[in-house]
C-alpha cells in the first residue's frame, strides 16, 4: 500500500482530463511514479510520448487537493481500500492485460482479487431459463471454491452474484461508477450482501457518475480479472460479446451457453462457439477446462454437493413454486394483459412443457390453457404437441 501523500499523486493523475489507463502507462514508464510527472516541465512530459494537450492538461491539474474525497472515502471504513499498479496486491491477472486500470477501488475483501475467478456475463434482459443457468452455474461454480466475477448490472450479472452468494462463495462486482454509488439502483442491497462476502471494484474515482462510454471500458477489468468468461445469453450486439472478445484477446478462455435457433439471445453465443468459444452444457464442462490454467485441487470445497446445474434449477424452481402459490391470489387480481405477459415472461424459446408453466406461473392448468389458446392464436406463441409450448416473439 502507498502513504497518504504518494496516493494522492497517483489519483490526482488519475484524475487529469485526458490521461486515460494508456496515457497512464506512458507516464509510468517513462517517469519513476506520478510525483515526478507533476514535477516536470512539458518538454520532458512530451518526451514521454504524451499530446500537448494533456501536457498541458497536466500541468493544470496538478493540486494533489483533487484526491482529497478518495482519501476520504479510503479512510471511512476498515473494509475500504485503494491499490495502484505498483503494489503488491494489485491483482498479477489483471496486470497483464494491455491496459490495466493503474487504480483500483476497492470496498469489501481485497485480497479476493488475487484469487481464481470465473466472469459471468449476459443479457440484462434474459429469459427464465437464461436467469435459471446464470444462478445454477455461478452457485455449483461458487461451492467449489471459484470466485464468481461479474458487473452488478440487471439480467445475468445479478443472478451470477447470487448464485454465488446462496452457495457462501465469494463473488466480485466490477462498476463503472465511483465505488460510492450503486449502479442500478435496485442493486442497492445485492450490493450490501456482496461486500460482505466479497468485493466490489471500480477503477472511476470517487463521485463519478453512471457514463455509456464506462462501461465498455470496466468490461476489461471483469475479463481481465478472470481466468475464464463464461456467456449465458447474449444477442449478436451486445456488451457481453464485447467483453467476451476483450477476453480472448486476453488469452482467456471463453465458455458460451448454446439455446433454441428461436432464442435472439442466443445468437451471439452461438458466434462465440463458432469463433471458438466452448460449448458449455455442465458446470463440469467449465472445470474441465479450467484445471488446465489454475490447480482446481487447491480450491475451498464450501460443501459435498456437486450437482449439475440443471439439478439446482430444480431445487429452485421448487422454491418458486411456493412463492407463486402465495400469491396466485394476486395474479388472479390482476388484468388480462398482465396474465397473459406474465405467462410469455415464463415461456423460452426453447419447448416449454404446460405442467412446467402451471409451477412457474401458479396458474390452473385451465386458466393457462386457455390463455395459451388466446396467445397461439395472437401469434406470439406456437404448439409444438405433446404439451409442450414455444415462444415466438
Given at each position: 500500500?502507498k502513504t497518504?501523500e504518494e496516493?494522492?499523486a497517483?489519483i490526482t493523475?488519475w484524475?487529469?482530463p485526458?490521461v486515460?489507463?494508456?496515457?497512464?502507462?506512458?507516464?509510468?514508464?517513462h517517469?519513476?511514479d506520478?510525483?515526478?510527472?507533476f514535477?516536470?516541465?512539458?518538454?520532458?512530459?512530451k518526451?514521454?510520448?504524451v499530446?500537448?494537450?494533456?501536457?498541458?492538461?497536466?500541468?493544470?491539474?496538478?493540486?494533489?487537493?483533487?484526491a482529497d474525497?478518495?482519501?476520504?472515502?479510503l479512510?471511512s471504513?476498515e473494509?475500504?481500500s485503494?491499490?495502484t499498479?505498483?503494489c503488491n496486491e494489485?491483482?498479477?491477472?489483471l496486470?497483464?492485460?494491455?491496459?490495466p486500470?493503474p487504480?483500483?477501488f476497492i470496498k469489501?475483501?481485497h485480497a479476493?482479487?488475487?484469487?481464481p475467478?470465473l466472469?459471468?456475463?449476459?443479457?440484462r434482459?434474459?429469459t427464465?431459463?437464461?436467469?435459471?443457468?446464470?444462478l445454477?452455474?455461478?452457485?455449483?461454480?461458487?461451492?467449489?471454491?471459484l470466485?464468481?466475477t461479474?458487473?452488478?448490472?440487471?439480467g445475468?450479472?445479478?443472478?451470477?452474484h447470487?448464485?454465488a452468494?446462496?452457495?457462501n462463495g465469494?463473488?466480485?462486482a466490477v462498476?463503472?461508477?465511483?465505488?460510492?454509488?450503486?449502479?442500478?439502483a435496485?442493486?442497492?442491497?445485492?450490493a450490501?450482501?456482496?461486500?460482505k462476502?466479497?468485493a466490489?471494484?471500480s477503477?472511476f474515482?470517487?463521485?463519478t457518475?453512471?457514463?455509456?462510454?464506462?462501461f465498455?471500458?470496466?468490461?476489461?477489468?471483469?475479463?481481465?480479472?478472470?481466468?475464464?468468461?463464461?456467456v449465458?445469453?447474449?444477442?449478436l450486439?451486445?456488451?457481453?460479446?464485447i467483453t467476451?472478445?476483450l477476453?480472448m484477446?486476453?488469452n482467456?478462455?471463453?465458455?458460451a451457453i448454446p439455446?433454441?435457433?428461436?432464442?435472439?439471445l442466443?445468437k451471439?453465443?452461438?458466434?462465440?462457439i463458432?469463433q471458438?468459444a466452448?460449448?458449455?452444457e455442465?458446470?463440469?464442462?467449465?472445470?474441465?477446462?479450467?484445471?488446465?490454467?489454475?490447480d482446481?485441487s487447491?480450491?475451498?470445497?464450501?460443501?459435498g454437493?456437486?450437482?449439475?446445474?440443471h439439478?439446482?434449477?430444480?431445487n429452485?424452481?421448487?422454491?418458486a413454486l411456493s412463492?407463486q402459490?402465495?400469491?396466485?391470489?394476486?395474479n388472479?387480481s390482476e388484468d388480462s394483459?398482465a396474465?397473459?405477459?406474465?405467462?410469455?415472461?415464463?415461456?423460452?424459446?426453447?419447448?416449454?412443457?404446460?405442467d412446467?408453466?402451471?409451477?412457474?406461473?401458479g396458474?390452473?392448468p385451465?386458466?393457462?390453457s386457455a390463455m395459451l389458446?388466446?396467445?397461439?392464436?395472437q401469434?406470439?406463441?406456437?404448439?409444438?404437441?405433446g404439451?409442450?409450448y414455444?415462444r415466438?416473439?
Open positions: 500500500m497518504t496516493l494522492k497517483w493523475l484524475r487529469v485526458g486515460g489507463s494508456k496515457t497512464y502507462q506512458k507516464l509510468l514508464t517517469f519513476s506520478p510525483s515526478a510527472v514535477g516536470a516541465n512539458q518538454t520532458k512530459l518526451s514521454s510520448e499530446s500537448q494537450k494533456v501536457a498541458e492538461s497536466i500541468q493544470q491539474h496538478n493540486d494533489l487537493g483533487s474525497h478518495d482519501i476520504e472515502w479512510q471504513a473494509n475500504h485503494i491499490i499498479l505498483h494489485y491483482p498479477a491477472l496486470k497483464r492485460i494491455d491496459n486500470p487504480i483500483l469489501g475483501n479476493l482479487l488475487k484469487d475467478q466472469a459471468i456475463i449476459g443479457s434482459n434474459p427464465k431459463s437464461g436467469t435459471d443457468n446464470a445454477s452455474f455461478a452457485k455449483h461454480l461458487g461451492r467449489t471454491g470466485c464468481i461479474s458487473g452488478l448490472a440487471l445475468i450479472d445479478g443472478s451470477a447470487k448464485g452468494l446462496q452457495a465469494p463473488t466480485i462498476i463503472a461508477t465511483g465505488i460510492d454509488r450503486v449502479y442500478p435496485s442493486h442497492r442491497e445485492l450490501h450482501e456482496i461486500v462476502n466479497g466490489i471494484v477503477e474515482p470517487i463521485g457518475q453512471p457514463k455509456a462510454e464506462n465498455p471500458r470496466r468490461n476489461r477489468i471483469i475479463s481481465g480479472l478472470s481466468y475464464g468468461t463464461l449465458v445469453e447474449a444477442a450486439q451486445s456488451g457481453s460479446l467476451a472478445r477476453a484477446e486476453q482467456r478462455e471463453v465458455f439455446s433454441s435457433i428461436h432464442n435472439p442466443a451471439g453465443c452461438h458466434q462465440l463458432r471458438g466452448k460449448l458449455v455442465t458446470a463440469e464442462d467449465i472445470l474441465e477446462e479450467m484445471a488446465n490454467v489454475i482446481l487447491t480450491l475451498e470445497q464450501n460443501d454437493q456437486q450437482n449439475y446445474p439439478q439446482n434449477t430444480l429452485s424452481d421448487q422454491g412463492h402459490q402465495k400469491n396466485s391470489e394476486k388472479n394483459n396474465e397473459y405477459q406474465n405467462v410469455l415472461d415464463k415461456m423460452g424459446f426453447d419447448p416449454t412443457p404446460i412446467q408453466l402451471v409451477i412457474d406461473t396458474y390452473s385451465e386458466a393457462l389458446l388466446m396467445l397461439e392464436l401469434n406470439q406463441i406456437s404448439s409444438n404437441g404439451g409442450t414455444t415466438l416473439k
